[in-house]
């Protein structure tokens, strides 16, 4: 049973426009959520993060919105650049056996074309 | 600081060998974990720690064991490798309390022939 889906593995976009990355989950008891993106053999690297109290997130480039009625977050990148190609993951947060873990989605490779 | 290392980066390994990976953070964080990552299935918890002499079970912790008797270090134990342990092993850490974020290691590519 996949809590978190990152349903598209792949997606491909032109260098300054705008990247949409999706992410769904199930569990209504997940109370925070992150996006990592990893580089080929590198480890995953913290990118952005919200609370289930808010609904977005800003930093920079990036921006995480939360739709929790629909149990859907997305990330958008604008503008794209080359170097943003990697793969990124989805997590989400809650606490089980009285410590909290992420549950990360399977990923999803994001392409950036110059 | 070098945050969160990894040793060893590759290793190949017979059915049957045991080995042991080591995880070291200088971060002073009170949380590690252990991670695999194989092709479509994204990152997989196998074992955690909330702190010094104490470890968990995660998502997939068969044939694996784990020690955490420095703050600073988690080991991660294969007794008897067998090829479905052929994966790319993460470790990760954080601090306790409200904060989410884990920061991870480079990886350690593992091959059981």
């Known amino acids: 049973d996949q809590q978190v889906k990152q349903n598209s593995p792949s997606l491909s976009v032109q260098e300054g426009r705008i990247s949409i990355l999706n992410c769904d989950y199930t569990?209504?008891?997940?109370?925070?959520f992150l996006w990592y993106k990893k580089y080929p053999a590198e480890g995953p690297t913290f990118l952005i993060s919200?609370?289930?109290?808010?609904d977005k997130n800003e930093d920079g480039r990036f921006t995480v919105f939360l739709n929790k009625s629909a149990k859907h977050l997305s990330l958008h990148i604008v503008p794209s650049q080359p170097g943003d190609s990697a793969v990124y993951f989805c997590?989400?947060?809650?606490?089980?056996?009285?410590?909290?873990?992420?549950?990360f989605g399977k990923g999803m490779k994001l392409t950036v074309n110059p | 600081n070098a945050g969160v290392t990894q040793t060893p980066k590759f290793r190949v390994l017979k059915t049957g060998q045991s080995m042991t990976l080591l995880c070291a953070q200088d971060?002073?964080?009170?949380?590690m974990y252990w991670y695999r990552q194989d092709p479509g299935m994204g990152l997989r918890l196998i074992h955690y720690?909330?702190?010094?002499?104490?470890?968990a079970k995660g998502e997939v912790p068969d044939g694996y064991n784990v020690s955490r008797l420095k703050k600073q270090n988690f080991l991660l134990g294969l007794e008897s490798a067998a090829p479905s342990q052929t994966s790319v092993y993460f470790c990760?850490?954080?601090?306790?309390?409200?904060?989410?974020?884990?920061?991870f290691g480079p990886g350690t590519r593992l091959t059981v022939t």
């Open positions: 997590a989400a947060s809650a606490r089980q056996g009285g410590s909290e873990k992420l549950v």
């Open positions: 971060m002073n964080h009170e949380y």
């Open positions: 569990n209504s008891m997940f109370d925070y």
């Open positions: 990760a850490s954080r601090l306790a309390g409200g904060v989410h974020e884990q920061y």
């Open positions: 720690s909330v702190g010094e002499g104490t470890t």
């Open positions: 919200i609370s289930s109290i808010k």
